[in-house]
């Protein structure tokens, strides 16, 4: 199949469809009749570019094109795949189907409508066995569901195809089987908020707070475990059938707005305790905590390195645990770290992979700086020090739930110019010894430059101190030197 599709459409989804399929090798032409189109879609693409690589361990394929027509005809033709994000209104969607049947009778036709009925969309094409619904997610390039929806008329083998279409761009194409307004995500979605929307109405809290509820709880486990696996879960060794056994006579209580609710009877119980049994399969509810855990430290540690959500709360904690933690005296080295190896920083051996040790000597280097005042705010200000070089040596394993600590001596400091040495330990256990140079730096012009007199102060007071220290085991060492 050639790579080339049609997007229909300009706005936050058609512009997202242009990314996801442009930076996975296809060409891509696009139709919008706003004059500032090409400029808002660019907009997007950089964000794109900026964000999708990092979802992949492999290189992304070359880019496709993205190019404008004039109209809706210009970029259908000869299109494998045309992408409709239209607005919402059946009679617009509609004639742009009619526009594109005028030049293209072979191409799949994907509305991205969130809830009009692929039946009501295929009504009065000449050719309405092609079109499905492909319902993206916002950032499109990013999140990867796509709810794929057929109508009456839709041929099953067109779903297939776009199955086939929609993993090959890193998405998970999730069939919808009947024909349902809303779709899958949205009916649920819409759930949580129209119940959100009482609670505001009824002034039981602010929408911050109503967002709070969500995002530093039930929305850390939704995001690896939907609402079925949750509960599930949350029932123990009993399962679903607990979990509906305690809680499921809470759901006809008059406490929510939501009150028509399933009669929770016997075959009912049983056929979603079956379903999520099968769900879990062979995997114990110790598995699922398991598997539950180690992702939702992933999430919150990666929330944490933008300080946001639940990755605010977690950097706020660690300020918290270093404020008490007793800074060592000037003629002693350091201790730049006292920390608990995490579960995502080990490997398929089970131990702590290379690149978190030297992970752990970076953050090591960067309390030092904050201890002589190389801080967050004085690198606003136009200065930081810049690693030249660096040596690290592996000396034993260590695995997750190790309590490892750093020290840090000051071999240099003086001008530019700062040479540090590190040392892991686990207790009495040396793991790795990190040996960095660094150069100060003027961060507008980038070259060296002197640091200000506090911080050469403070760095020089280390460097004196540690000057009469033992030279530590492995300084200056080169690769294949004795141990």
Not at 216 to 239: I, K, S
Not at 285 to 312: F, S, T
Not at 456 to 476: S, Y
Request: proline fraction near 5%; charged fraction near 20%; hydrophobic fraction near 40%.
């Amino acid at each position: 199949m050639t790579k080339t599709a049609a997007v229909i459409g300009g706005g936050v989804i058609g512009g997202g469809w242009a990314a996801r399929f442009m930076l996975n090798g296809w060409d891509v032409a696009v139709y919008d009749p706003d004059p500032e189109a090409e400029r808002k879609i660019g907009a997007v693409l950089d964000n794109a570019r900026r964000a999708l690589p990092g979802l992949t361990d492999v290189a992304l394929p070359a880019e496709g094109k993205v190019t404008f027509g004039k109209t809706v005809e210009d970029v259908a033709k000869g299109a494998s795949l045309i992408v409709e994000a239209v607005p919402e209104r059946l009679e617009i969607k509609q004639a742009v189907y009619a526009q594109i049947e005028a030049v293209n009778e072979t191409g799949i036709i994907a509305s991205s409508t969130s809830g009009i009925m692929p039946s009501d969309l295929q009504a009065k094409m000449a050719h309405p066995q092609r079109l499905i619904v492909a319902h993206p997610f916002n950032p499109v390039y990013l999140l990867p569901l796509v709810e794929l929806v057929g109508g009456t008329q839709t041929d099953a083998t067109h779903i297939e195809t776009a199955k086939g279409i929609y993993s090959s761009l890193g998405m998970y194409p999730l069939h919808c089987r009947v024909e349902i307004e809303g779709f899958l995500s949205d009916r649920l979605q819409e759930a949580l908020w129209r119940e959100a929307l009482w609670l505001l109405k009824d002034e039981v809290a602010t929408a911050e707070e109503i967002d709070a509820a969500i995002a530093y709880g039930p929305g850390l486990r939704w995001a690896q475990m939907g609402t079925m696996q949750t509960f599930h879960l949350a029932g123990g060794e009993g399962g679903m059938r607990a979990m509906l056994a305690m809680f499921g006579p809470c759901l006809k209580w008059p406490w929510t707005k939501l009150m028509d609710v399933p009669d929770l009877t016997d075959d009912f119980v049983e056929m979603v305790g079956d379903q999520c049994d099968t769900q879990a399969g062979a995997r114990s509810p110790r598995d699922l905590e398991v598997i539950r855990d180690n992702n939702l430290v992933g999430i919150i540690r990666a929330l944490k390195a933008q300080n946001w959500g639940a990755g605010a709360v977690a950097r706020a904690h660690d300020a918290h645990l270093r404020a008490a933690t007793p800074e060592l005296p000037a003629d002693t080295p350091v201790q730049t770290a006292h920390r608990t190896v995490p579960l995502d920083w080990t490997d398929y051996n089970g131990h702590m992979t290379e690149s978190r040790y030297l992970h752990a000597f970076a953050d090591a280097t960067d309390r030092f700086m904050e201890i002589i005042g190389c801080d967050a705010e004085y690198i606003s200000s136009g200065g930081s020090y810049f690693t030249a070089e660096t040596h690290i040596r592996h000396l034993d394993e260590v695995h997750a739930g190790a309590i490892i600590t750093i020290e840090t001596q000051v071999i240099l400091g003086e001008g530019k110019k700062m040479h540090l040495f590190h040392v892991m330990r686990e207790g009495d256990r040396v793991l790795a010894t990190g040996e960095h140079f660094l150069l100060h730096v003027s961060l507008e012009t980038r070259k060296p430059s002197a640091p200000s007199p506090q911080i050469e102060a403070a760095l020089t007071r280390f460097a004196k101190g540690h000057a009469g220290l033992p030279a530590p085991d492995g300084l200056g060492r080169a690769i294949g030197g004795a141990r």
